[in-house]
Every structure is written in C-alpha cells, then in structure tokens.
C-alpha cells in the first residue's frame, strides 16, 4: 500500500531503544513482502513475537479440482453452497489456478484463533455483512461492499457482527495485490484520472494493545496446509507501529466509473492488479450516450483470460437466469456475449444499476469438486435457448426477453 500509515507511539528514530515505563525495551519486528524490499512497517510490541510455546500441523487444505474438465460456460449460484461456520475455516473453494484462488463463504461463527495466510495475499469481498478486522495494525471496520484487502502474513481475527447476514467472496492471491501501475504516476500517487483516490482508502484505526499471558493459538496457511502455533502472549500487543505494509478497505461504491460515448472495455472497471490476474468492480453508471451506442457488451472470446463474475446487486434477484451471489465462469478462447435479443433491448437505455465482480485470470482455471453441487447445468446453453424464445416469439416491435439480462461484460 503506498500511502504511509502510522499509529501508537513509535521512536523517533528506527532501530533505536523505545523504552517502556520500567525501563524494559519494545520489541521491533518488520513485517513486510519480498524480504526486506517490498512494502513494509516496523511494529513495537509489549512481547518478543517469537516467544512460540508449541507448533504442529494440523490437516491439508489442499484444493480438488473436478475431474471431467469438458470446455464450456459455467454457472453456480453461491446461495446453494454450503452455510455457516468460520471465516477462515470454512470457506468453500470455486476456481483456481496456481495464480489465484477464488472461495466462497457465509459464516455465522465467531474465530477465537487469529489467523494468518502465509502463502497468499486475501481480498475479501463483502457481499453482505458488518463487523470488525482485528489486526495487530489495529481495528479495521467493515461493510456490504467492501474489499477487505489482507496482504499475507498479516495476522488478523474477524469479529463477525452476528446480527447481520455475511456473505464473503475470498479471493487468494500468489502475488502481491496492488493498485494498478497506469493509476499512478512515477511518484506513487493516484493520477487524477484514476477512477479512485487515497482518501477512498480505509486504513486501521484502533489500535488496541492488549497486555495478556496465556495460550494464545494463531492458525497459519502455508505450503496448501494448516498449522497451529501457540504463542505465549496475546499476539495484538503492539503498541505503535509505521509504515506501509498494512491491511487496508476499498469499498465498491466509492469506485468512480468511467463511461464513454460508446461501450468501454472491461479495463476501465479495473481495481486491483495482481499477478495472473486482475479484479474489476461493475458499478451503477451512466450507459453510452452516442444515439446509435450499443451498451451491451459486444461479442469476444477473451483469449488468453478466463472471466469469471460475481453478481453483487439484489438486482438480479428477479431476473431469470442470473441472482444476487451467481457466480458465471467463460473459459479462454470460447466467445461469449448479450443473450440474443440484448443488444436490441439495451439501445437506448440510459442508466444500468448493476453491481458486479469481476476476476480475469490469464492462466486457465480449475473448477473446485465443491461447487458441482451448486451448478445450474443449463448455462452454457442459455444463449441458443434464448435465441429461440426469441424466434418464437410474436413480433410486435418488442425484442422478447432474453433468458439472462445482466449485460456486465
Ligand atoms: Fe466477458
């Protein structure tokens, strides 16, 4: 994260004695990426965090792809998927490839371990739901809406506020997920012309330092596995901390579309790069002004990308085809577009409220054995279905419906 962030006390100078009130020193530790060349912060903690009293490992998270892996569209409605449980343990996975992994999960259970992924980067979409992320950069609130953004390694607990339904979309990232480089310029800073600025980004505010002995488990992912370390102090025990390495918020609402005189191309919905892949954000907008535009999507066969896209807007809920927590998957190298009877239908439109989340990966991606249950079968054919509907239908000057509306790329 490129903005400098600072909470608590910290010394003037790095590396230098910070004192606590009997005279004992704070213990400096630099948590950061890439060793000691990527973003970066020091924390100050009231304990050593190496004082670990037991380590083991504790079961595989391995995730399986399906067997037949047949080419073509596919569909699952994530509200058929499994409920409840953990934040951390309990999520279901969908696709994935060696770049990015994309899961699914509802949870209802409070974690009382802290969690740590040592292998990925997380961005966690909140479909729905509030409460807090417990970090030991301090307390991070969150909201429907948010991209919860956890660079690994970061330990964290999430305080569920159970009065409120939670959905996450989790999607866990090999590389480092970042703004992308055409958004700022040769300083770092957000250009003008890109479609947020710093102050959309929520940092830490909090920070709560507990002083507390005891056993204290954090579950750590690594290596497709997890593992349990007991430290023997409550690991948010810092008391300051600097830097840039820290888990951040971007809300999709404060994302600021950009529309043009004819249809755009999904880059311009862009939010986040990683590596292998990129997540966009589809938000309520203006369409296409040019009398003649086309807002649908034009056809295209997204070679070398495989899209898959969350549907995030109650819209979606009373439309055949597509609702609230669909998730639709188009391969690399078949085409895909508007159901016949879309382009016509959307000429002239004005103003879409779609809510939509976007991930393209540029390797292919494996469908997870978990979701089948979940899958409507029926997708990949639901364009030649409705093209005769369509056929069918009387012709009166209306275009017929078509079997699925959404027009996100
Ligand atoms: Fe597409």
Known sequence: MPIYHTLGRVPQKRHTAMRKPDGGIYSEQ?????????????LYHLHPPTTVKSVRKLRDLKWEAEEDQTLKHRHWRSSQLKKGGSPTLDRTPMLFNADIGMLYVEPDEQDAHFYRNAQADEVVYVAKGQGTLETQF??????????VVIHRGIMHRWKLDLAHEQKFLVMESRGHVRWPKRYRNEFGQLLEGAPYSERDIRRPTDLRTHDEMGDFPILIKQFDALNEYVLDHHPFDVVG????????????????????????????????????????????????????????????????????????????MSRKGIEFGSVTHHPDGIPHGPHPGR???????????????????????????????????????????????????????????????????
């Open 241 to 316: 901390w600097d830097g840039y390495f820290y888990p951040w918020i971007f809300n999709i609402h404060d994302f600021e579309p950009i529309v043009g005189r004819v249809h755009q191309p999904p880059p311009v919905h862009q939010t986040f790069q990683g590596d292998g892949f990129v997540i966009c954000s589809f938000c309520p907008r203006p369409y296409d002004f040019d009398a003649n535009a086309i807002p649908a999507p034009y056809n295209h066969s997204n070679v070398d990308s495989d899209e898959v896209i969350f549907y995030a807007s109650e819209e979606f």
């Open 30 to 42: 630099l948590v950061g990426h890439e060793g000691f060349t990527g973003t970066s912060a020091l």
């Open 343 to 409: 382009y016509e239908a959307s000429i002239g439109q004005k103003f879409t409220n779609e809510l939509a989340v976007m991930m393209d990966s540029f390797r292919p991606l494996k469908v997870a054995k978990a979701v089948r249950s979940a899958e409507d079968e029926t997708y990949h054919r639901s364009w030649i279905e409705a093209q005769h509907a369509r056929v069918a239908a009387p012709q009166n000057g209306t275009p017929a419906p078509a079997v699925a509306l959404p027009l996100t790329d």
């Open 138 to 147: 301090g307390d991070l609130p969150y909201r429907a809406g948010d991209y």
